[in-house]
Nanobody
């Protein structure tokens, strides 16, 4: 079983910064990709940023230049540095990982795993 544990959410003022972190643990081998989605109240979940095992990154247009995703594959971690936060960045941020999970002795299968979410509220 694989788990993703996030931390770093909280209340932040507009223009402020926040760093989210996510750590993967459990029985898996390589991680292909990790990233962050967010879901605002009453809205669908949307991709914010992700990073591949090769270090390639992509960002939602509205966060480009403000958010930076980084990964530490040796520690199975992904981080999201959020600067110049706006009220519209408010939402629950979910970490996800696309990885090869151990499903049986010597058998690995691709799996997409999600964290429990961490709430970020941008408000004065």
């Amino acid at each position: 079983q694989v788990q993703l544990v996030e931390n770093g959410g909280g209340l932040v003022q507009p223009g402020g910064s926040r760093k989210l972190s996510c750590v993967a643990s459990g029985r898996f081998t390589s991680i292909n990709e990790m990233g962050w989605y967010r879901q605002a109240p009453g809205k669908e979940r949307e991709l914010v940023a992700d990073i591949t095992s090769k270090g390639n990154t992509m960002y939602k247009d509205s966060v480009k230049g403000r958010f930076t995703i980084s990964g530490d594959t040796s520690r199975n971690e992904v981080h999201l540095q959020m600067n110049s936060l706006k009220p519209e960045d408010t939402g629950t941020y979910y970490c996800y990982a696309d990885l090869w999970a151990l499903v049986a002795e010597g058998e690995y299968q691709p799996r997409e795993v999600w964290g429990q979410g961490t709430l970020v509220t941008v408000s004065s």
